[in-house]
């Protein structure tokens, strides 16, 4: 049974950092992109940065800069680091894992995904 589950949320001044992390149980991890999705109150899920290949990075444009996505291939792990935060980035942010760079890129038909860890950032 594959398990993706997300830690390091909390509350935050604007400003501030948090480190979130994704454990992946379950799957074979170096086979998988990687990457976070976000979803703010009354607002659609969007993307925020995936991971392939432990080098390959894509950001969206809103965190491009501040944040910074990274896997560990040996403890099966995914990283988001994330600087300078705004009031904006509140949200749920939730860990996803696909086979296919492309379909994560979009956040479409993706085969897996965590329950989410709650980011609030404080103005």
């Known amino acids: 049974q594959v398990q993706l589950v997300e830690s390091g949320g909390g509350l935050v001044q604007a400003g501030g950092s948090l480190r979130l992390s994704c454990a992946a149980s379950?799957?074979?991890?170096?086979?998988?992109?990687m990457g976070w999705f976000r979803q703010a109150p009354g607002k659609e899920r969007e993307f925020v940065a995936a991971?392939?290949?432990?080098?390959?990075?894509y950001y969206a444009d809103s965190v491009k800069g501040r944040f910074t996505i990274s896997r560990d291939n040996g403890k099966n792990a995914v990283s988001l680091q994330m600087n300078s935060l705004k009031p904006e980035d509140t949200a749920v942010y939730y860990c996803?894992?696909?086979?296919?760079?492309?379909?994560?890129?979009?956040?479409?038909?993706?085969?897996?995904w965590g329950k989410g860890t709650l980011v609030t950032v404080s103005s």
């Open positions: 996803a894992a696909d086979t296919t760079y492309g379909r994560l890129r979009v956040g479409v038909s993706v085969e897996y």
């Open positions: 379950g799957l074979t991890f170096s086979r998988y992109a």
């Open positions: 991971i392939r290949s432990g080098v390959i990075t």
